[in-house]
């Protein structure tokens, strides 16, 4: 039976000419450049999964802030390279505000995107002692950074957490710690694929082992406050986003604005540095870099390499965002919920036509609404499933692309507009047909 909407040779054949050799770890962009190549040749507009561009407008109190910026000619200026400084300022009201953190202007850093902040928190933590040469993934997780370290030519080791949730995380991680060869630990929080968040007690493990076994927790916030099922979004009050930073001193935390402001384009994000890691001196630091300090090393000798700053417009912009934010004037977390509304819809279109969740439950709880859900189609394996649905007009990525040991698929919601769920029901319907054998 060939019911899709596509030909599956004009699929085969892009796949052939972008010498994408498996389908299913393909990266993210390989299916951007495939879709797309596709999508050129037949006019079929695919329902976009691959990847997490945001889907709404940017935060106009950042672009107004920006154009501001502009015509008053900070184009012609460089940046300083730790950041403007009232963005550190008001980065710094953030994290109290939204995470009851305190945190010094000083270590909050404008990076270009989360991206260059973890790149950058990778190479310094695997410097800093000859001996821990290997950062640990607790995964599943966001591919772009395994990518990182292969180009840093660092090693790491990763563990899909899927099973040792809870308590059992203290045992996994005390496991792989003790062996003495980890420097930095990172995860994502909301978790990019799963959308499975930690508890305090999980993040209260791993703040703990940092301590024990001097490892630098990094945790990438790409999703700040959107687990939706608690309201994150009032400053200064209760409940906050969880974070290890309330277990540990030993934190790099990663705070996007490409998601909860929709700000991908600008690429600016913030980094931010405990006080006291700030100010930590590593031998091995001064030997490698010339420079004592963590946070000295990080600005003045590799944010300095790699960019010299960053955007100093967008550093304008996410002021005027994190301001209004910690002025509690601008709701993001309200504009975001979107995101939750939508994953909801279309959840319930894949199960009621074959599929099941992946990462179902988060801990007792069913999995959150959020930006990302994991499905799998019963006897299909992830790389076939993206290969199917590719042929369906769906465009994902495999779950084994994120470090997960489980069979499927991620399926990131943004990107998908409310008018295409029709056109995606009738796909997955016509998927369904041909591939449950009635
Ligand atoms: C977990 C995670 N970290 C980092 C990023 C990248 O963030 P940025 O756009 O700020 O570089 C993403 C983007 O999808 C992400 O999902």
């Not at 710094?92 to 202007?105: A, L, Q, T």
């Not at 698929?409 to 796909?427: I, M």
């Amino acid at each position: 039976m060939n019911n899709s909407p596509l030909k599956k040779e004009v699929v085969d054949q892009k796949i052939k000419e972008l010498r994408i050799p498996d389908i299913g770890k393909a990266s993210i962009r390989e299916i951007v450049a495939l879709v797309n190549l596709v999508e050129e040749e037949t006019g079929v507009k695919y329902v976009r999964m691959e990847m997490g561009v945001p889907g709404l407008p940017p935060a106009e109190i950042g672009t107004n802030a920006e154009i501001e910026a502009l015509k008053r000619g900070v184009a012609s200026i460089y940046p300083m390279m730790d950041g403007i400084k009232p963005l550190k300022e008001e980065a710094s009201r953030f994290v109290k505000n939204f995470m009851n953190i305190d945190v010094s202007p000083k270590g909050c850093i404008p990076t270009v995107g989360s991206m260059q902040g973890t790149y950058a928190a990778f190479m310094l933590a695997g410097n800093i002692d000859k001996k821990k040469d290997t950062t640990l993934f607790i995964d599943p997780g966001f591919p772009v950074q395994k990518q990182q370290m292969l180009v840093l030519g660092q090693k790491y080791k990763s563990f899909d957490v899927f099973n040792f949730r809870g308590g059992k995380l203290r045992q996994k991680l005390e496991g792989l710690l003790s062996q003495g060869d980890i420097n930095s630990i990172i995860y994502s929080n909301p978790n990019n694929p799963s959308w499975i968040c930690f508890t305090d007690e999980e993040l209260q493990i791993i703040g703990e082992l940092a301590n024990k076994y001097e490892v630098i927790v990094m945790e990438d916030l790409a999703y700040f406050a959107m687990d939706f099922r608690k309201n994150l979004s009032k400053p200064g009050e209760p409940p906050y986003q969880p974070t290890v930073a309330n277990f540990t001193e030993n934190f790099v935390l990663f705070i996007s604005s490409s998601k909860i402001f929709s700000y991908a384009g600008q690429r600016c994000g913030m980094m931010i540095i405990s006080d006291s890691l700030y100010d930590k001196e590593f031998p091995n630091l001064q030997k490698r870099f010339k420079s004592a300090t963590f946070g000295s090393t990080m600005t003045l000798r590799i944010l300095y390499s790699f960019s010299s700053g960053t955007c100093h417009s967008a550093q304008w912009a996410l002021t005027a965002m994190f301001r209004a934010a910690n002025e509690g004037q601008f709701d993001f977390v309200e504009v975001v919920k979107e995101y939750g509304e939508k994953a909801k819809v279309m959840k319930r279109l894949f199960l009621e036509n074959g599929f099941k969740l992946v990462y179902e439950k988060d801990l007792d709880e069913p999995i959150a609404d959020g930006f990302y859900f994991t499905i799998a189609y019963p006897g299909m394996k992830g790389d076939e499933l993206v290969q199917n649905l590719l042929y369906y007009g769906i465009s994902a990525i495999a779950l084994n692309n994120t470090g997960s040991e489980e069979e499927g698929v991620r399926a990131c919601v943004s990107f998908v507009k409310r008018e295409q769920f029709n056109e995606l029901e009738d796909r997955l319907r016509r998927f369904n047909l041909k591939y449950s054998g009635n």
